[in-house]
């Protein structure tokens, strides 16, 4: 099993240029959740996804982010515009059930000047 | 808003020396404590999981323990290796689906030879 592979694994983009963010769940696994890392906030949830369909977006922190999941093996997180507050560690993980563990990818490291 | 709280920051020991990593939550209506462990550049992983009815749990050299009412974890951390070197983070169950989490922002730990 190749784990959660997430894409790009950096980004550097400048301000007000749209920025997708792409993520493959395991095989098999029926919720995916997006979460950011910054130093000033740690670890956040931005939204989870089951069986596709968004269950939960309220740690989206405005309009200008966007996530689909257009089947059960891609999922994109999209900015537009990006601004420099965006730059962060975006994570995808999923898991079977929503009873067990998540599993993490390596992360897509933004930066936005 | 639940608030998680991890302390000491960062951590660094010899090998052979038996740690305690602690963590605070603010409130303690909880599903669930999940402690996990992450490298540099790397995504996290899943190392122990706590329902709210248990006290504790274990896997090889690592015990974590649970106290609901007074709003705390450890993560105990036997005859610790270099290999051990990471950082351990703590998250709170936001719901019953158990990728719902609050994060700490976790305690970095090296252990040198």
């Known amino acids: 099993d190749a784990g959660v592979i997430q894409s790009p694994r950096h980004e550097v983009t400048e301000m007000g240029q749209e920025v997708t963010l792409r993520c493959k769940p395991i095989s098999g696994h029926d919720y995916l959740f997006w979460y950011r890392q910054t130093m000033m906030r740690g670890l956040e949830l931005l939204i989870y996804f089951n069986n596709n369909v968004p269950i939960d977006d309220s740690g989206m922190p405005e309009d200008r982010f966007s996530a689909k999941m257009p089947n059960a093996s891609f999922s994109t997180l999209k900015i537009q515009p990006s601004e420099p507050r965006d730059s962060a560690v975006y994570f995808c993980?999923?898991?079977?059930?929503?009873?067990?563990?998540?599993?993490f990818g390596n992360g897509t490291r933004l930066t936005v000047t | 808003k639940q608030e998680v709280t991890q302390i000491p920051a960062a951590l660094s020991v010899p090998e052979g020396e038996n740690l305690v990593l602690n963590c605070s939550f603010t409130?303690?209506?909880?599903?669930?404590l999940q402690w996990f462990r992450q490298d540099p550049g790397k995504g996290l992983t899943s190392l122990l999981l706590?329902?709210?009815?248990?006290r504790e749990q274990t896997s090889g050299r690592l015990n974590a323990s649970l106290d609901k009412s007074s709003g705390r974890s450890t993560l105990y951390i036997a005859a610790s290796q270099p290999g051990d070197s990471a950082t351990y983070l703590c998250a709170v169950g936001r719901g019953s689906t158990l990728g719902r989490l609050y994060f700490g922002r976790g305690t970095q730990l090296t252990v040198w030879p």
């Open positions: 409130d303690s209506a909880i599903y669930n």
């Open positions: 993980a999923s898991s079977f059930g929503g009873y067990s563990p998540l599993h």
């Open positions: 706590i329902q709210s009815s248990q």
